[in-house]
Nanobody
Framework: QVQLVESGGGLVQPGGSLRLSCAASGSIFIYDMGWYRQAPGKQRELVAGITSGGSTKYADSVKGRFTISRDNAKNTVYLQMNSLKPEDTAVYFC??????????WGQGTQVTVSS
């Protein structure tokens, strides 16, 4: 099992930027990957996804502001977050999807957007 560790979260002012990293303990090149977020009292939601082939998709709420990318040589997936809004505040989780689209999750990293 590949283990995922997210990092890069923190406190940022509205309009600011953060880059999240998801470091994998092994090769992830064959897997579809995703960033999800969960705010208190809410369900986990997809923020951005990237397939093994590099195709990307985004939640409507983050389109034009967030960019997901992967560096398979470094076994790392990134989420560049620009023009952050208070409603982006959440714990952000990285995941990879194996057989039957079964999700494997990291531990999460907190992103807080506030003045």
């Amino acid at each position: 099992q590949v283990q995922l560790v997210e990092s890069g979260g923190g406190l940022v002012q509205p309009g600011g930027s953060l880059r999240l990293s998801c470091a994998a303990s092994g090769s992830i090149f064959i897997y579809d990957m995703g960033w999800y977020r969960q705010a208190p009292g809410k369900q986990r939601e997809l923020v951005a996804g990237i397939t093994s082939g590099g195709s990307t998709k985004y939640a409507d709420s983050v389109k034009g502001r967030f960019t997901i990318s992967r560096d398979n040589a470094k076994n790392t997936v990134y989420l560049q977050m620009n023009s952050l809004k208070p409603e982006d505040t959440a714990v952000y989780f990285c995941a990879y999807f194996s057989d039957y689209a079964f999700a494997h999750w990291g531990q999460g990293t907190q992103v807080t957007v506030s003045s």
